[in-house]
């Protein structure tokens, strides 16, 4: 019996992937680091009946309605707005993520984020580092407090309801706003739901967790950057294009906000001469929010599983709706 055909769109680890081979034919992309080439990957899906991809694998209508053979695409991610998911249902293509798997990881993260920006700790570390640590003075690199603040936290999805978790522990007030209240999650955590309005102009650390739609594109911009309080900052650990960088960017510059944390951009790898990366006050990371080993190797056997399950007939372990 033939075995089905799986392109993963970049190389995974072999202790992962072989032991997925004795039911499933599996071929790689040869490089961990470099995206797939889009000639290559419409090639590759013309003829495979699951794809494991990545967010930045662009899966569009154009690679959607040119199979026949294609029943499963696996985003090695919680997030898709990589894939035309309109395009996946009319074409009868399941789509699967890995959400719950990264929940605690890019909480950590996340939370770590807001830490090192406001504790200035990586201009601490350089300072260390290049030898420029000559002196003590009463206010050598004093960041903003974190314990007893007021944290905004804007998607209340689960890994803000995590990150809420870890704020209680440092004694915050936590403020959310979401499409839909969290009743729960409000007498478990001792939440206070209130509006965007109310959550940007009150909050000292702005976090943003919301999923990238039509309706979150640019939700953070200059205007809502100027209603934040003077000594906020901004934490985006979600997706680039919610924010307006240049907003950002000015908004930082001018001290209409006190700085940001981010670990995702409008278009990644952000550029070497951003404005951004100018700034002291922006803490700036590699889209690293899941990345943890334990993690990442969930997600991926999570991914491989979920196209497994299709292929042989069953309901996926964690399709999108």
């Known amino acids: ?17 072989d032991s997925f081979r004795e039911k499933l034919n599996i071929n790689m992309w040869d490089s961990a680091e470099e995206s797939v080439p889009y000639k290559k990957l419409l090639e590759e899906s013309k003829k495979a009946e699951g794809l494991v991809t990545m967010l930045s694998d662009p899966i569009d209508e154009t690679i959607l309605s040119q199979t026949d053979t294609l029943k499963v695409v696996a985003n090695l991610a919680v997030g898709f707005d990589n894939i035309d998911i309109e395009s996946a249902k009319k074409h009868r293509i399941t789509v699967t993520n890995t959400p719950d798997v990264l929940t605690d990881t890019t909480a950590d ?10 504790r200035r700790i990586l201009e601490a570390a350089d300072m260390v580092k290049k030898g420029e640590w000559e002196h003590w003075s009463p206010l050598l690199l004093a960041g903003s407090d974190i314990h007893h603040k007021t944290i905004g936290i804007v998607g209340m999805g689960r890994i803000g309801e995590v990150v809420a978790k870890r704020a209680r ?37 702005v976090v943003s967790l919301v999923p990238l739609t039509d309706e979150t594109h640019h939700l953070f911009n200059a205007n809502v950057f100027s209603h934040m309080k003077d000594e906020a900052i901004f934490i ?7 924010m307006d960088e240049m907003a950002l960017y000015e908004a930082v510059k001018s001290g209409e906000i006190r700085g940001a944390g981010l670990d995702v951009f409008e278009d990644e790898p952000i550029s070497a001469d951003h404005p951004l990366l100018t700034l002291k006050e922006v803490t700036c990371l590699p889209h690293i929010g899941s ?7 969930q997600m991926m056997e999570l991914s491989l599983n ?16």
């Open 1 to 17: 019996m033939t075995k089905p055909y799986v392109y993963i769109t970049r190389k995974l680890p072999d202790d992962v992937v």
């Open 109 to 118: 993260l996340t939370f770590a984020l807001l830490m090192t920006t406001a």
């Open 169 to 205: 522990g440092f004694d915050m007030n936590v403020i959310y706003h979401n499409r839909t209240r969290k009743q729960k999650a409000e007498e478990e955590l001792g939440l206070n739901y209130v509006s965007f309005d109310q959550l940007i102009s009150s909050a000292d650390f």
């Open 236 to 242: 985006n650990a979600s997706r680039g294009k919610v």
């Open 291 to 297: 990345a943890s080993l334990e993690t990442r190797y």
């Open 306 to 321: 979920n196209i497994l399950q299709v292929l042989e007939g069953n309901g996926p372990m964690t399709a999108v709706d």
